[in-house]
């Protein structure tokens, strides 16, 4: 079953719970409160994982009822089959800049086990949540584990309360995948494990005769198929088939027919109706009935090909459908099936294994576990030998977009593709890793010229010819050199990850090295974005409003909304003191948001006192290009009619077109729609001015302020506005100037057919009722 397809059915098993959106109850909160009680950490959560939310059914000390699915642990906890732990999400590269980790609830520590639907599904987690971090090989999970068992029977009572969502065949599943579980964890025979799971599938379908297969590649010289379980009618030896006692039946994979080997050979199920009865001497001796219909089920671990399952004579046959509702209990056998074969592996196969911990398994390259070791390792020799290394982090630009349009598979192929040429472009003593996704870490011996660097990354560039498509992509790339920077290994590692990002930032494709300067300056950006934070939640933060003037009436039209912080240390501070340092960062969307709300209600305050003024409001890219944006803006509007709205004006960025300009267009249509109107700020300073007039139908264009400064005395700056005015009357758009200090600009304006202007020859941005008594006043000379 593919991921997408699995994942498909998972939402549906949970969506049947009927679980979702429902008030607490008392039999889960009592799990909750023990699991705190029990380990002492600040929360535990039971969770739901919906496909764009984690919600919480049952939560202690927490204030948030979901998160946002992208951002939840436990969405990787349910992509395992055990209890997933991360010991200090402040240091994990994976967490580390996750939301939940730097804002509230604090993660440190996380310890989660996937809980299951009767049907097998795993829809949420039971999890523990601390903002401490801590050491998992000094706790003791198995209440955990217990508290889980308990959590799933409670909602297996939910289930069979509920008589519309659960009919009798999910009961007797949920049955089933309990027996053969107890058969596999508590039985120390194999075949009686594989007999308990045989009988089950026999009950399920109605089938008469069966089997229950292993694949195995390392006992023999060719690849058998080893039946480890028959349906219980006394066996006769077949010339074609060999027995050997406490290993079962062994048929060579070669000498598979059509029937048998073409589940094995494609994957994929099979099933068949014979008009006329077929003996199937391999499986079934003279002794068992004819084959009437049957089918055929490979069983998968991973990628590996692990067994197979035949079931036969059921007298309405094997229709499509049947192996969808046979799904859950076919991945418990596959899970349980992979256990017991590790179970058994003999020593060399242990070693592989230990091998396996280590090794990266998509790309054959050392995984995070293994880096570790061989950091220290190179570390150390640097220090003997008083040489150096440098710490490169790379990651693949846009690789996203490969995985979305291309599919995965064509994905893992290209992450392949990228370690084998790593791997030629380095020297055979130089450490390559994959950490996760598509971040790989290289870490180089005393490199002195930097066209290594740049020889790795145009190693990339070069298109790969795969599956049928041409790939093209290119990698950002972060650098450290230790002795300069003389840190751990883990700090070291992070140095390079941040650099990494200035690469991509600075347009991707390229290296950029890492500078004590520039992480003080991003320490100082942090401080102060906790310091923004702290503004905004403690009403700090205030509008400050800048009248505009509508040159062919005389009069104020509206204000622009400029934000002010009233700083503790009772100074005033301007934007460009605080926005910089919060760019491209959640409180930037917040504090966005913020505005939006606050020029609303400032709005409302003008028509409640019958004004007729307009408010403009300036976004950043970031949060226009954000997913929430336009979900944001239309329910804050939602209750206002269309006459209200246009009152309303978003000033957008020229730049923002640079990040996606795409979504720009799209958002601005999307605003118009609801009757908002647009302006395109700072008008001039980009680079593709004439095209973006094109491309984003705004209301309004905002002519940048040093070109309103310089008209006076620079003829090129004067040629550049009446140019930009021109432009957008052909356009059909309104036109504003903003930095307007003398009266010769603003009679220059006028007669080049400015529509209106802004700036201190009128009035600063002042607070809002100084801002409403100075228009009230205002006359035009």
Not at 283 to 300: A, E, K, R, S, V
Not at 327 to 339: A, D, G, K, M, Y
Not at 675 to 696: E, P, W
Request: aromatic share 8%.
């Amino acid at each position: 079953m593919t991921l997408k397809r699995h994942e498909q059915r998972r939402l549906h098993a949970l969506h049947e719970t009927g679980l979702l959106d429902t008030p607490p109850e008392e039999r889960f909160d009592r799990l909750t409160r023990i699991a705190k009680q029990h380990y002492q950490v600040n929360t535990t959560l039971f969770t739901l994982i919906d496909a764009k939310r984690q919600w919480f059914k049952s939560k202690q000390n927490l204030g948030i009822d979901m998160t946002p699915r992208r951002h939840a642990f436990c969405d990787h906890t349910i992509q395992q089959n055990s209890i997933y732990v991360v010991e200090d999400a402040a240091n994990d590269p994976l967490f580390y800049k996750n939301p939940l980790v730097t804002g509230t609830p604090f993660i440190r520590f996380y310890a989660g086990i996937p809980v299951r639907d009767p049907t097998g599904f795993k829809v949420g987690t039971l999890c523990l949540i601390d903002s401490a971090p801590r050491d998992a090989s000094r706790m003791d999970f198995s209440i955990l584990r217990s508290l889980a068992a308990i959590l799933e029977e409670e909602i297996e009572r939910v289930c069979t309360d509920t008589d519309t969502h659960y009919d009798a065949y999910t009961q007797k599943m949920a049955y089933a995948i309990q027996r053969v579980q107890d058969a596999f964890l508590s039985s120390g025979e194999k075949t009686t494990a594989y007999e308990s799971l045989l009988s089950e599938l026999l009950h399920l379908t109605g089938s008469q005769v069966g089997f229950v297969g292993e694949i195995d590649d390392k006992s023999h010289e060719t690849s058998h198929l080893d039946i480890t379980a028959l349906s219980d009618i006394t066996r006769r030896q077949s010339p074609n088939i060999r027995e050997n006692i406490g290993t079962g039946i062994h048929i060579p994979i070669d000498g598979l027919d059509d029937l048998l080997g073409l589940p094995i050979r494609t994957r994929y199920t099979v099933s068949r109706t014979f008009e006329s009865p077929l003996t199937l001497p391999l499986l079934f001796p003279g002794n068992y009935p004819d084959i009437h219909t049957y089918m055929g089920i490979p069983l998968h671990a991973g990628n590996e090909q692990i067994g197979l399952i035949g079931v036969a004579n059921r007298s309405e046959g094997y229709p499509p459908s049947l192996i969808a509702l046979l799904s859950p209990l076919l991945q418990t056998v596959e899970t349980l099936f992979e256990r017991e074969r590790l179970n058994a592996v003999d020593q060399e196969k242990k070693q592989w294994l230990h091998e396996n911990i280590n090794i990266d398994g998509l790309t054959s390259l050392p995984n995070r576990r293994l880096l570790n070791e061989l950091f220290q390792d190179e570390l150390t020799a640097a220090r003997h030998r008083r040489g150096s290394i440098s710490v490169c982090f790379l990651d693949l630009d846009d690789f996203k977009a490969i995985n979305d349009l291309q599919g995965h598979a064509v994905g893992d192929e290209v992450l392949r593709c990228v370690a084998d040429r790593l791997r030629g472009a380095v020297r055979h003593h130089d450490v390559i890793a994959r950490l996760s996704g598509d971040e790989f870490v290289i870490i180089l011996r005393d490199v002195e010229h930097p066209r290594t660097y740049r020889h790795i990354l145009d190693q990339l560039r070069h298109p790969m010819h795969l599956q049928g498509h041409v790939i093209e992509l290119s990698a950002s790339m972060g650098i450290t050199r230790f002795p300069s920077d003389d840190s751990d290994s883990d700090l070291l590692l992070r140095h390079a990850d941040q650099a990494m990002y200035t690469a991509k930032e600075t347009g991707k494709n390229r290296y950029h090295f890492f500078d004590l300067e520039s992480h003080h300056s991003q320490q100082e950006r942090f401080a102060i974005g906790e310091q923004v934070q702290h503004a905004l939640d403690n009403d700090q933060l205030e509008l400050f409003y800048q009248p505009k003037l509508h040159y062919k009436t005389g009069v104020v039209s509206g204000f622009e909304c400029l934000i002010r912080w009233h700083h503790p240390s009772g100074k005033l501070v301007y934007p460009g003191r605080f926005l910089p340092y919060i760019e491209h960062t959640k409180l930037d969307i917040e504090l966005g948001k913020h505005v939006i709300n606050q020029a609303v209600s400032t709005l409302e305050t003008f028509q409640a006192q019958g004004l007729p003024y307009t408010i403009s409001i300036n976004l950043s890219p970031s949060h226009f290009l954000n997913d929430e944006f336009l979900d944001h803006l239309n329910n804050t509007l939602s209750r206002y009619d269309m006459a209200f709205r246009k009152r309303l004006t978003l000033e957008i960025l020229e730049s923002t077109a640079l990040d996606d300009a795409g979504l720009a267009a799209s958002n601005i249509k999307a605003c118009q729609a609801l009757g908002v109107q647009l302006s395109l700020d700072d008008f001039g300073t980009g680079f593709a001015s004439l095209s973006y007039l094109r491309k984003f139908s705004t209301n309004e264009i905002k002519i940048d302020r040093s070109f309103i400064l310089g008209m006076l005395d620079d003829p090129e700056d004067e040629m550049i506005v009446e140019a930009i005015i021109a432009l957008s009357r052909s356009f059909n758009r309104r036109v504003i100037a903003e930095g307007v200090e003398h009266r010769a600009t603003e009679e220059k304006l006028i007669a080049m057919g400015c529509d209106m202007g802004q700036g201190f020859l009128y009035s600063p941005a002042l607070p809002l009722g100084e801002a409403l008594d100075w228009a009230a006043c205002y006359a035009h000379p």
